[in-house]
C-alpha cells in the first residue's frame, strides 16, 4: 500500500511557496506532516514568510524550507531523502509572460523528469501527487457536456488545427494542455515502470479563495481578473463561457487526503471543480454574485465584445461543466461554499494591497 501517514516520515512539497503551493504544505502542517517545503528563493520574504509563519505552533506539523530548482537535475536529491511523498506543485507557468510556451512545456516535462529521477534516487518516496491541471481534460465537446476523468485533452481534436506540435511555441494555452497531459502520462508510465511508487494527479479548473501573500498576484490568473474586477475593470477572462470555480482550500486539502488515501492507485486523476451548478457561473453571474458580496463596491462587469457573443449565440458558450464528485466521493473532500470562495479571494487581495478597490463614495464624490 503506498498511502501514507505522518508516522511515515517527511513529505515534500515543490512550488510550496505558489498560490496552490502554500495551501498544500497548509493541509500537511495540519495534519502533523514534517514538510519539506522546496522554493527556489529563500532570501525574499513575500515567498517564504507565509510559509515560516506556519512553525508558531498552532499546527502539530514543521516545516524547513529547502532550496531547489525544477529545471536543474539532481536539485531535489537532498530534499527529498528520507521522504514518503513528494507532492509536486510546482512548475513554469506562463503568469505575466514569465515564460514563453515552449519554456511552460519543457519546464513541464523535464522539470517532472527530473523530480521523478529524485523520487527514484530517494528510494523511500511511495506516492507522488502531480498537480495537472483541467486543461489536461477540457476538449472540443457541445455545450453542456459534463467533463469527468476519463477525459483526455487531446481527445477529439482530429479538425483542431492548433493542436499540432508546432503550436507548442507559438500558442500558450496549447502548450500548457499538451504539457499537462504529456506531464501526467509520462509520470504514471516512469511509477509503473519503477514499480516503488506512484502517481496520482490533481485537476484544477478555474482556483479561486484565498491569497496568503503579496507573491500571490499572478498576472493573468483567475484570481487576478477577479481582483481587476473588484477594481472596477471589466471582466477580463472566461466571459465567453463558464468559470467553473473550486477554492484553493479544497485543492490544497485534496493534495492531502490523496497521500493518505488507500483508495489511490497508479494513473488515477481527481478533477477538481465545481461542487455543483453554484459554483459554474458566466461572467454576467459572476459580476452579480461579487456586487451583493462587496456592496460598497462598484465591481466591474461586461468587458466590450460581450454585446457581439450574445447577439451571435444567445448567451455564453455552456461550458465547461465538470464537477468534484470523485474526489468527493472518494476521498471525502469537503468542500467551501461558493460565496465563502469568492469572498475570501476579494478580501484577501483587498487586505494585501494588490488592487486599488472601486469604492463607490470615492466614485461619487
Ligand atoms: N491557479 C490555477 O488556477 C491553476 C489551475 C490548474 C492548475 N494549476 C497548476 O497548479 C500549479 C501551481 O500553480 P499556481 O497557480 O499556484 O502558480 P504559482 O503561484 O506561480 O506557483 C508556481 C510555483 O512553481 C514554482 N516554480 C516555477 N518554476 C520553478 C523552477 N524552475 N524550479 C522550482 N520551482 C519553480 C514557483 O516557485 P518559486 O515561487 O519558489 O519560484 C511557484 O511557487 C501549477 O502546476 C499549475 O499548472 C493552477
Not at 502554500?22 to 500537511?28: D, P, Y
Not at 511511495?126 to 486543461?135: A, L, M
Not at 483542431?160 to 504529456?182: F, H, I, L, Q
Request: include cysteine; charged fraction near 20%; charge should be neutral.
Amino acid at each position: 500500500m503506498s498511502a501514507i501517514t505522518p508516522a511515515n516520515g517527511p513529505v515534500a512539497v515543490t512550488g510550496a511557496s505558489g498560490y496552490i503551493g502554500s495551501h498544500v504544505v497548509i493541509a500537511l502542517i495540519k495534519r502533523g506532516y514534517r514538510v519539506r517545503a522546496c522554493v527556489t528563493d529563500q532570501s525574499n520574504p513575500d515567498k517564504t514568510a507565509h510559509l515560516i509563519a506556519l512553525n508558531s505552533g498552532v499546527y502539530p506539523g514543521r516545516l524547513e524550507l529547502v532550496t531547489a530548482n525544477l529545471l536543474v537535475e539532481g536539485s531535489y536529491d537532498e530534499a527529498f531523502a528520507g521522504c514518503s511523498a513528494v507532492l509536486h506543485v510546482g512548475s513554469a507557468m506562463g503568469y505575466g509572460n514569465a515564460n514563453n510556451p515552449r519554456q511552460v512545456y519543457d519546464g513541464a516535462v523535464n522539470g517532472t523528469r527530473n523530480i521523478l529521477n529524485s523520487v527514484k534516487k530517494a528510494g523511500t518516496v511511495k506516492r507522488v501527487i502531480y498537480t495537472s491541471s483541467f486543461s489536461a481534460i477540457a476538449h472540443p465537446a457541445p455545450p453542456g457536456y459534463v467533463f469527468s476523468e476519463k477525459d483526455w485533452a487531446s481527445d477529439n481534436r482530429g479538425n483542431d488545427r492548433n493542436w499540432t506540435p508546432e503550436s507548442v511555441d507559438t500558442n500558450g494555452e496549447v502548450a500548457y494542455a499538451m504539457a499537462k497531459v504529456a506531464t501526467e502520462r509520462m509520470a504514471s508510465s516512469i511509477a509503473a515502470e519503477d514499480g516503488r511508487f506512484d502517481v496520482i494527479s490533481v485537476c484544477p479548473l478555474v482556483v479561486l479563495g484565498p491569497l496568503l501573500s503579496r507573491a500571490h498576484d499572478l498576472a493573468g490568473a483567475w484570481h487576478w481578473f477577479l481582483g481587476r474586477m473588484l477594481a472596477g475593470k471589466p471582466c477580463g477572462r472566461g466571459w465567453q463561457h463558464l468559470w467553473n470555480i473550486v477554492d484553493v482550500r479544497d485543492v490544497g486539502e485534496a493534495h492531502a487526503l490523496i497521500a493518505e488515501s488507500e483508495r489511490c492507485t497508479n494513473g488515477m486523476r481527481y478533477q477538481l471543480t465545481a461542487t455543483d451548478r453554484s459554483g459554474e457561473m458566466n461572467a454576467m453571474e459572476l459580476h452579480e454574485q461579487l456586487a451583493r458580496l462587496f456592496p460598497h463596491l462598484a465591481v466591474g462587469g461586461a468587458p466590450k465584445g460581450y454585446d457581439e457573443i450574445i447577439a451571435k449565440h444567445g448567451k455564453p458558450f455552456d461550458a465547461p461543466r465538470a464537477y468534484s464528485d470523485r474526489a468527493r466521493h472518494d476521498l471525502g473532500l469537503k468542500t467551501h461554499a461558493i460565496d465563502d470562495t469568492l469572498f475570501e479571494t476579494g478580501r484577501t487581495i483587498i487586505e494585501l494591497g494588490l488592487i486599488k478597490p472601486a469604492y463607490k463614495q470615492q466614485l461619487q464624490a
